[in-house]
Structures are given as structure tokens and as C-alpha cells.
T-cell receptor, first 114, second 110 residues
Framework: DAGVTQTPRHEVAEKGQTIILKCEPVSGHNDLFWYRQTKIQGLELLSYFRSKSLMEDGGAFKDRFKAEMLNSSFSTLKIQPTEPKDSAVYLC????????????FGAGTRLSVL | QQKVQQSPESLTVSEGAMASLNCTFSDGTSNNFRWYRQHSAKGLEVLVSIFSDGEKEEGRFTAHLNRANLHVSLHIREPQPSDSAVYLCAVNTGNYKYVFGAGTRLKVIA
């Protein structure tokens, strides 16, 4: 079975640009998560979807970050406009619904904003 | 608010020696804990999930949970150089939310 697929693996952007990160969850999973990982803050939840419905949009990340789930097998995370402080690894994860179900993570997209 | 701390920050062990990693949390009401491994430039791989006090073994990985002591540990039996990675503790805080520790960087030397 295919795991969670994220593209691109690396992204370099100029300050002020718009970038779109992509994620394909594990087939059949109901829940999809976007996390940001930095050395200082660790993993921070950006967005959470259940059955394509946005359940959490990440509070402090709302203004420039927008996650969408166009269908059950594809999600995007748009950052607009990018700032240097957005440089981080962005991880997508999916699971079956239910807190006891394991999160399966993609390899991540490493974003560098110059 | 749940706080999760991991120790040590880094650990070096010889191949074949037991590696022990620690995770403390602030709220003992959670009943859902996981250990993940993250190799450089890769995503997180789940190693062990534990939902009640006691021990849970998955191959060479064993988790021990003691909620009264607000502590969950991971023990790696016969570690190999390929186990060199960052190990993250994750504590479920209700429904879909997890709080992750900052990680322990493990290095296994041959």
C-alpha cells in the first residue's frame, strides 16, 4: 500500500511569494493533518480535516496559511505571502478516524524562504 | 495544557547495548501515547502505541507507561546503526490532538 505522499520534497521561495504544498493521504483514511516542524517549536498542528471537512484551521496560522481538501485523496497547503519565518518542514499525516488510530506521516516538504 | 518533555536530548550507545529514552508529561488523564522515529529528511514512523499502564512490546522496541508518575519510556533492545534517528514521544490530548516532545537524537555506533 502506498503511504502518505508529499510533493515537492524541497521548495525554495522568495519572500512574498505564494507556494502550494501537496499531499496524498493513505487510501481509505478519513483524517488528514498538516503539521509544521521546526527545531525551536517542534511539531505544531496547522490544520485538521475529517472526511474532507475542515475541523481545525490552526489558530495562529490562519492569516497566511490555508489548507484545502479537494477530494478524499488530495490536499493542499497554501502559504501566501511567504515570510522567512515560514522556513520549516511541513508534514502531512493521515489516519482512520478515531484517536486510537495511528497517524501515518509523509516524508515532508522542506521549505526555505529567502 | 499538556506539556511533554523528553530526555536526554541526545544519546550515544554502542551497537547491541540497550538504549533507554524518557518522556514525561504534565496531565495524567491521557490514555494514548506513541513513540515515533524520524530518520534524517524523512517523515515520522510509528514504533509503539500504548494505551494503558504497563508494558507494550513491538519487536525490539518496548514502551513502559506509568501514568501515576507521568512517565512513558522507550527501550530499544540490541540497537543497530540504522536505528540512529530522532525519537519523538506523542501524547494524545483528546480526540485528534497530539502534543509532541522535542525529541531525543539517538546515535548508535558500531
Amino acid at each position: 500500500d502506498a503511504g502518505v505522499t508529499q510533493t515537492p520534497r524541497h521548495e525554495v521561495a522568495e519572500k512574498g511569494q505564494t507556494i502550494i504544498l501537496k499531499c496524498e493521504p493513505v487510501s481509505g483514511h478519513n483524517d488528514l493533518f498538516w503539521y509544521r516542524q521546526t527545531k525551536i517549536q517542534g511539531l505544531e498542528l496547522l490544520s485538521y480535516f475529517r472526511s474532507k471537512s475542515l475541523m481545525e484551521d490552526g489558530g495562529a496560522f490562519k492569516d497566511r496559511f490555508k489548507a484545502e481538501m479537494l477530494n478524499s485523496s488530495f490536499s493542499t497547503l497554501k502559504i501566501q505571502p511567504t515570510e522567512p519565518k515560514d522556513s520549516a518542514v511541513y508534514l502531512c499525516a493521515s489516519s482512520f478516524a478515531g484517536s486510537q488510530n495511528t497517524l501515518y506521516f509523509g516524508a515532508g516538504t522542506r521549505l526555505s524562504v529567502l | 495544557q499538556q506539556k511533554v518533555q523528553q530526555s536526554p536530548e541526545s544519546l550515544t550507545v554502542s551497537e547491541g547495548a540497550m538504549a533507554s529514552l524518557n518522556c514525561t508529561f504534565s496531565d495524567g488523564t491521557s490514555n494514548n501515547f506513541r513513540w515515533y522515529r524520524q530518520h534524517s529528511a524523512k517523515g515520522l514512523e510509528v514504533l509503539v502505541s500504548i494505551f494503558s499502564d504497563g508494558e507494550k512490546e513491538e519487536g525490539r522496541f518496548t514502551a513502559h507507561l506509568n501514568r501515576a508518575n507521568l512517565h512513558v519510556s522507550l527501550h530499544i533492545r540490541e540497537p543497530q546503526p540504522s536505528d540512529s534517528a530522532v525519537y519523538l514521544c506523542a501524547v494524545n490530548t483528546g480526540n485528534y490532538k497530539y502534543v509532541f516532545g522535542a525529541g531525543t537524537r539517538l546515535k548508535v555506533i558500531a
